[in-house]
């Protein structure tokens, strides 16, 4: 091994080096340890057909700061990774393929070889996406990763489902659902993205059998084939004389009751509305209260049905359009209005969503939302921030029976099984070998799969072991906490609570940590459509993981957006970068020429008090100011702000460590007085080796490559002597006598940037060694008396002087006013007259010239008499300004000149 970091931060160099040395350590595993006290994160487990994108960086990165942090310290931290079978995304993928490589459909090859393909196609890509998470250096305990299909989720599901339906709590119905024509199988309602539209709303008339025509407004034309009823307010008194009859749909034979009902809203439209019950599910409530039929007219494939005469066969949306012009000619088209339209699309493929009556598998909600309601409001389950907690209960309270059952083969299937002979359905944990009502044998499984949601909603307790009481399970469970995009809390974070309640009878999380999407620098969501995405792993590549990682978390504020913008990746490579470099000082400083460690003094645990003499105010206030951050970044590490918290050690490391403690001690550790470079050098590996532990959460890689390259004196923690990975987070506590010194040398801080600013505003060069006169209160003047060393050091001074009255500073000179006193340096000492006369000199030839052309400019009528108003009163304002700024630089010239 080098004796020192290579001279340039190249993290391609060590990051997958340092991975490997994790994994093989086993660093990342978690027992169930009655000696260590629990800390359990659940990943959201990625789907198997997806690679990490810039929202998976973001969300592991965070889980993955919060386990490290807990894991150093002391907690028996789990982070338990997983991938999704993702249901609708891997059949669509895996029949996709088949279909390019053999022409074939999925039913051409049949359902058993399908799934042969689709466990080929797993075992060849499901692991891409976990390889991936380690480039950006995810601390899970692999050894312990799990997939929605395996054996024991497979058997927590089937248990679930059985025993939800024992409960009368699972029922198959038939019932309005939300139906894909493109993916060919039933959704959910999240499953469902709404989205308001411009579209359109058209006027009917629907001519009267035995009473009044009736007008109503649809935006969906198309399903008036399957009209059973129009409905109007029972208290609207434009129809009370129509309730009851009948009126026909245009240009067809079919007559149509009028009932009353309070669906309609008097204030919307016309007031009467059209009843379809097979394709709308409010109109299907409206046909349960009256008993109506409930015909379809556009079937699965989303192609109209014979009841839509000759339209039958036509796809819905063209069917729209031939009906309606068919309609307008025909007379009965009485307007047509413009309106925002919400529209709901299915979330994988965009399809329009066709709302049809279908026989489905049902999940009773009612009494199953309970519980999680409870737990949100008695504080056992808290949203980070709390506003979530206002969309989780919403869902909740809101919520209708969920729809489990798919139309695909990849997934879990469902165990109930249908008997052939006499018709008995059977749900049962195992494949029943006979019927249990004829003893038929030969039962058919039902062919339909369950909701993807359905079984990650198992989770938290299935990757633990349930249904078997295993020891992990009553170890970790309650996980703590859950890392999710607020996009998937309808999704997944609702289902966990009421699964974990209905099954555990304990929240799955105490807490829920959600954040916001991660946009492009202009604000929109990334996607394959705008070709606005961006690859981490090119980043990574490009600026290695640590960069990528502190970018996300310094923006990340809880639940809100971020914008991904390369200069703050820059910068975040940048703030590396002098991480690095620091680091390199430090460790030259620590050894010899020959690569053996220079003495480090043993200060034990009593050397660290502000009481040695050993440590001066530099070293004090370093130490105070490392204190103070390990308290500040461990209290936003508990509220889980770790956006705070990131910029708490930035400001640590580049701000107090680098750009002050390091420039402070470099006289020290270049003079002669061996004993005060001893006590440097600790306090330089102290703080520094601090600085890396609670940067360690946040950029892991670079800081455990520097750890490596440190010391470990005596008086250093027993934990600290390995990887930094299992070092012991730092302790919270603050010397209160560090305060006074701290103090002073804030005092003289203050005084070096006053000064440091005069000289820049005057150009001053580097090398000029100015002298400065000093008014302070007595206090102020013993402080920098106290810190002169420093002060002439770093602001570049030969000489410091202290007035008692300002009559005595200088006459001719800048000054700047700090806390307690008023800072002078003389002109004569500030400036070099002659480069300023030739500066001065320069500026009034060049203000000289602007005022010649802007006057002729002006001089010419033509000008004047063409051009807008306003332009040319802005020329003449012009011309003022550089008047008067060249008097003001001639009498400057003057007084330069005078000095020469």
Excluded at 670 to 695: C, F, H, P
């Amino acid at each position: 091994m080098e004796i020192n970091l290579q001279k340039n931060y190249q993290p391609k160099d060590f990051e997958d080096r340092i991975y490997r040395a994790w994994e093989e350590s086993g660093s990342f595993h978690a027992e169930a340890d009655e000696d260590k006290k629990p800390f359990a994160i659940v990943m959201p487990p990625p789907n198997i057909t997806g690679q990490l994108h810039m929202g998976h960086a973001l969300d592991q990165t965070l889980q993955d700061a919060l386990t490290r942090w807990k894991r150093m310290q002391g907690y028996s931290a789990l982070w338990l990774p997983g991938t999704d079978h993702a249901s609708i995304a891997t059949e669509l993928k895996v029949a996709e393929g088949i279909m390019a490589s053999e022409g074939k459909t999925k039913e051409e090859i049949g359902r058993e070889e399908f799934l042969k393909r689709a466990w080929e196609w797993k075992k060849e890509y499901g692991g891409r996406i976990s390889r991936q998470m380690r480039k950006l250096g995810d601390s899970c305990d692999w050894a312990r990763e799990r997939f929605t299909m395996d054996d024991g989720c497979n058997r927590a599901v089937t248990e679930h489902f059985v025993n939800l339906y024992e409960k009368g709590w699972i029922y198959k119905g038939n019932r309005m659902i939300n139906w894909c024509p493109s993916c060919g199988t039933s959704l959910s309602d999240i499953e469902v993205e709404h989205e308001d539209k411009n579209g359109l709303y058209w006027y009917f008339r629907y001519p009267g059998v035995d009473g009044e025509d009736v007008v109503v407004a649809t935006s969906r034309p198309e399903t008036m084939f399957a009209d059973v009823a129009v409905a109007v307010h029972p208290k609207d008194g434009r129809y009370s004389g129509v309730v009851g009859k009948r009126v026909r749909i245009p240009l067809t034979d079919k007559e149509i009751p009028v009932v009353a009902d309070l669906y309609p809203d008097p204030e919307k439209g016309t007031g009467a509305v059209k009843i379809t019950p097979a394709h709308d599910a409010n109109d299907f409530e409206v046909g349960e209260r009256h008993g109506l039929e409930k015909p379809f007219c556009i079937d699965e494939t989303g192609r109209m049905t014979a009841l839509a005469g000759k339209y039958e066969g036509m796809d819905r949306m063209e069917c729209r359009k031939a009906w309606v012009k068919e309609l307008d000619a025909a007379g009965y088209l009485v307007k047509t209005e413009e309106k925002v339209i919400p529209v709901g699309t299915c979330y994988r493929c965009d399809t329009i969503i066709e709302p049809i009556l279908s026989e489905q598998w049902f999940v009773k909600m009612d009494e199953m939302a309970k519980p999680a309601i409870r737990i949100a409001k008695e504080k056992a389950l808290r949203h980070v921030p709390d506003r979530f907690e206002k969309t989780y209960l919403r869902w909740l309270e809101e919520i209708r029976d969920w729809c489990v059952s798919r139309q695909l083969w990849w997934g879990h299937r469902i165990p109930a099984y249908y008997c052939p002979a006499c018709g008995q359905m059977t749900v049962s944990r195992d494949a029943p070998g006979f019927c249990p009502r004829c003893g038929h044998t030969g039962l058919r499984q039902d062919e339909d799969v369950l909701d993807t949601w359905f079984s990650s909603a198992l989770w938290p307790f299935s990757t633990l072991g349930w249904p078997e009481k295993t020891k992990e399970l009553a170890y970790f469970y309650p996980t703590d906490v859950l890392v999710t995009g607020y996009d998937i809390i309808f999704f997944w974070v609702v289902r966990m609570a009421f699964s974990g309640m209905e099954v555990m009878g304990d929240t799955p999380f105490r807490h829920v940590l959600v954040h916001g999407l991660v946009r492009d620098a202009e604000g929109r969501k990334m996607s394959k459509s705008l070709g606005n995405g961006i690859d981490p792993l090119e980043i990574i590549d490009g600026y290695g993981a640590d960069a990528l990682r502190f970018m996300l978390l310094i923006g990340a504020s809880a639940g809100n957006d971020m914008r991904f913008q390369t200069d703050k990746l820059e910068g975040a490579r940048n703030f590396a970068n002098k991480l690095w470099n620091a680091s390199r000082f430090v460790i030259m400083n620590l050894r010899d020429e020959n690569g053996g460690f220079l003495e480090i003094a043993d200060m034990g645990e009593e050397g660290w008090s502000a009481g040695n003499p050993a440590l001066r105010d530099e070293d004090n206030w370093i130490l105070s100011r490392m204190e103070d951050a390990i308290g500040e970044v461990t209290r936003h590490l508990d509220r889980f702000d770790l956006s705070l918290a990131a910029q708490r050690v930035f400001e640590l490391t580049w701000g107090e460590f680098c750009d002050w403690y390091i420039e402070l001690v470099k006289g020290r550790l270049y003079g002669e007085d061996e004993g005060s470079k001893a006590v440097a050098r600790a306090v330089l590996l102290k703080t520094l080796g601090n600085i890396l532990k609670l940067l360690h959460p946040f950029m892991p890689f670079i800081t455990e490559e520097i750890w490596g390259y440190l010391p470990k004196p005596a008086w250093a923690r027993q934990r600290d002597e390995g990887m930094l990975i299992s070092a012991s987070w730092p302790e919270v506590g603050a010397d209160p006598g560090r305060e006074t010194a701290a103090k002073r040398l804030e005092r003289a801080m203050e005084a070096i940037r006053s000064i440091r600013n005069i000289r820049a505003e005057a150009e001053a060069a580097p090398s000029r060694r100015l002298a400065a006169a000093v008014l302070a209160d007595a206090e102020t003047a013993e402080a920098l008396r106290a810190e002169e060393a420093h002060i002439k050091s770093l602001a570049g001074l030969s000489a410091v002087s202290y007035v008692e009255k300002r009559e005595d500073a200088p006459a001719e000179a800048a000054s700047a006013v700090i806390s307690g006193a008023e800072i002078f340096i003389p002109l004569d000492e500030l400036l070099d007259y002659k480069a300023e006369h030739e500066r001065l000199g320069k500026e009034k030839a060049r203000l000289e010239a602007e005022i010649a052309r802007v006057g002729s400019k002006l001089e010419n009528q033509s000008f004047v008499a063409k051009a807008p108003e306003a332009v040319v009163r802005a020329e003449r304002d012009r011309l003022a300004d550089y008047k008067e700024k060249l008097g003001k630089l001639a009498a400057r010239l003057e007084q330069v000149k005078n000095k020469l």
